[in-house]
């Protein structure tokens, strides 16, 4: 069965440093998200991404972060100048669009960024 | 904004016993999609079931089932003849139903840690 996937699983930064994660969606797929966890709390929404724009981002994903589709394949999450409270787990994720409008999302591994 | 609640941050089972992971939501729609999903450690989330707000019936996947009040708000989700292999951290998310537009953001609750004792 075909799998999101992410690379780095983890991600260790010093603080001011940019890191970008990287996702490969399901091929088929056309909407892609990005997802966080800080450790303990809910997974919160950061960004949904469709047609080579930002379809809808949370008051997280402020100027500090940034989504690119660079190529046919790899949906990045770029984070530029890291703060400690950047440490989480972040997932993404993607979903095919169909007819019927409850095509769940596909979820990644995750990548555990650590900002030091 | 929707919220998601998942009252109980662990819950524990016998195996081939039956648990029920409690889920409720707060929204002013009407229509809109509940999932649970499973995330077994370092591993990824993955779907368990879904409901349409618009459907009465309760949906079941094999062993897994939901009870939905949709009066009360509540989407509760039952394991039945429990296995080693459900031991896992059970995420409740909310979806609007918005077929005109592309938001398909899901609202998550904490999470529920679940073990099972053989």
């Known amino acids: 069965e075909p799998e999101v996937t992410q690379t780095p699983s983890h991600q260790v930064t010093q603080m001011g440093q940019e890191v970008i994660l990287r996702c490969v969606p399901i091929?088929?797929?056309?909407?892609f998200y990005w997802y966080r966890q800080i450790l303990g709390q809910k997974v919160e929404f950061l960004v949904s991404?469709?047609?080579?724009?930002?379809?809808?981002k949370s008051e997280i994903f402020d100027d500090q972060f940034s989504v690119e589709r660079p190529d046919g394949s790899n949906f990045t999450l770029k984070i530029r100048s890291t703060k400690l409270e950047d440490s989480a787990m972040y997932f993404c994720?993607?979903?095919?669009?169909?007819?019927?409008?409850?095509?769940?999302?596909?979820f990644g591994d995750g990548t555990r960024l650590s900002i030091l | 904004a929707q919220t998601v609640t998942q009252s109980q941050p662990e819950m524990s089972v016998q195996e081939a016993e039956t648990v029920t992971l409690s889920c409720t939501y707060d929204?002013?729609?009407?229509?809109?999609?509940l999932f649970w999903y499973k995330q077994p450690p370092s591993r990824q989330m993955i779907l368990v079931i879904r409901?349409?707000?618009?459907?009465?019936q309760n949906a079941t996947e094999n062993r897994f089932s939901v009870n939905f009040q949709k009066a009360a708000k509540s989407f509760s989700l039952k394991i039945s003849d429990s296995q080693l292999g459900d031991a896992a951290m059970y995420f409740c998310?909310?979806?609007?139903?918005?077929?005109?537009?592309?938001?398909?953001?899901?609202?998550f609750g904490k999470g529920t840690l679940l073990t099972v004792n053989p």
């Open positions: 994720a993607s979903s095919e669009r169909g007819i019927l409008s409850n095509q769940p999302q596909h």
């Open positions: 091929s088929n797929h056309l909407y």
């Open positions: 991404f469709y047609n080579n724009e930002i379809s809808e």
């Open positions: 929204t002013s729609e009407s229509d809109y999609y």
């Open positions: 409901q349409e707000a618009y459907k009465q």
């Open positions: 998310a909310y979806r609007s139903q918005n077929s005109g537009g592309s938001n398909y953001k899901l609202t």
